[in-house]
Every structure is written in C-alpha cells, then in structure tokens.
C-alpha cells in the first residue's frame, strides 16, 4: 500500500512539473523578444516566443504521452494492490481535474498563437489572418515568418499554412483524447469502476 501511495504522489509530482514548464511557454509566447539563447555541436540556437509557439503543441504532446505511459503503469499497480485500493475510495477533487487539463490548455493555447500571431512575413500582420492560416495554400511550400507581438523577425522558424495550422489542430486534439483517458483511468482507483468492482467481489 505504501509503495502504491508513493508512485501516486510521485505521478501527480511529475504531472505538476511538467505541466508549470508548459504553462511558463505559455507565459513567454506573450513576450516580444528573444528570451534565450543557446548552442551547442556548432549549432547556435535562438529561442524566441516563435520558436515556443511552433514546438510548443508538439511537446506538450509528447509530455502528455510519457504521462499517458506512467498513468498506465500506475493503472496497473492499482489493479494488482486492488483489494487495498478499495479502502482509498474517495470523491475526487476538481483541483485535480483541473491539473491534468493544463498540458492540452497549454497545447490549444499556443496553437492558437500560432494561428493569430505568427504569419508569412511577405503578407505581414496587417494583411494576413486566422482564416488564412487555415486555407490560402499560397505559401504550403513555406515561408518566413514573422511574430506579431513585437514584429519579431530575427530568429523566427520557417511556417508552412495551412497544413502546420491542421497539424497543431491535430496535436491539441490527441492531448484532450489523452487527458480524458488519463482521468477516467484515475477514476477507476476511487470511483465508482471500484465501487462495481467490490459489489462483484462481495457477490
């Protein structure tokens, strides 16, 4: 039961880490500068809010992924210790419902930067909008970009609309399939999954 107890806590601890780095993205895409710098190989990397907004939905993915992963894991100690487990029954708090929709939040947030903030640079931002991003395919091939908060060019990744704009749709997506997943699989250790499961047992 402790050992049980133990990866829990370690989850939740992880889930919460994971979740503030996104959330500080999030914080940095509102920015207008670059806000590190950094190399390493001979490659100079400059991440600016661009940067985060391009990757930003991808990573919050593959984080969602590896904490798809453990909750599996932890789904599987919980059926193995079962008969301890039901002893845990318990409503469940809206504060942890609320943590583990962060990392899909974050993904549709920044996916949305994207859509409205950064554009091709040969339109510019006064003549380029989300309705666009979503289908002119006049620059599919790609283009250079430029990030509306602060007209930041220097640094800034090359974009492809409008097939980019369906992938991050994509990415927020799967995040929301997976953050559903990751609570109702959480529901089976105090909810009613275990209440079922105990009324069978005592039958």
Do not use: H
């Not at 380029?128 to 908060?149: H, N, P």
Request: net charge neutral.
């Amino acid at each position: 039961m402790l050992s049980y107890l133990t990866a829990e806590t370690s989850f939740l601890r992880s889930f919460g880490n994971r979740s503030l780095l996104l959330l500080v993205l999030c914080v940095l895409t509102r920015s207008g500068e670059s806000v590190a710098k950094g190399s390493g190989i001979g490659v100079a990397l400059d991440i600016n809010p661009a940067v985060i907004v391009v990757f930003g939905p991808v990573l919050a993915l593959i984080l969602l992924v590896s904490l798809k992963l453990e909750a599996d894991t932890l789904l599987l100690a919980r059926e193995t210790a079962l008969d301890e487990t039901i002893s845990l029954q318990s409503e469940i708090s809206p504060w942890l419902y609320l943590l583990f929709s962060v990392p899909a939040a974050s993904a549709a947030f920044m996916a949305v930067q994207f859509m409205l903030k950064l554009v091709p640079s040969r339109p510019g931002c006064d003549n380029w909008s989300a309705a666009k991003q979503l289908s002119d395919t006049a620059f599919q091939g790609g283009s250079a970009s430029v990030y509306c908060i602060g007209n930041l060019k220097q640094g800034t990744p090359w974009i492809y609309p409008p097939a980019q704009t369906y992938l991050y749709i994509a990415c927020v997506a799967a995040c929301a399939y997976l953050t559903w997943r990751i609570a109702i699989d959480w529901a089976k250790a105090r909810g009613a999954v275990v209440e079922t499961k105990a009324a069978e047992s005592q039958a």
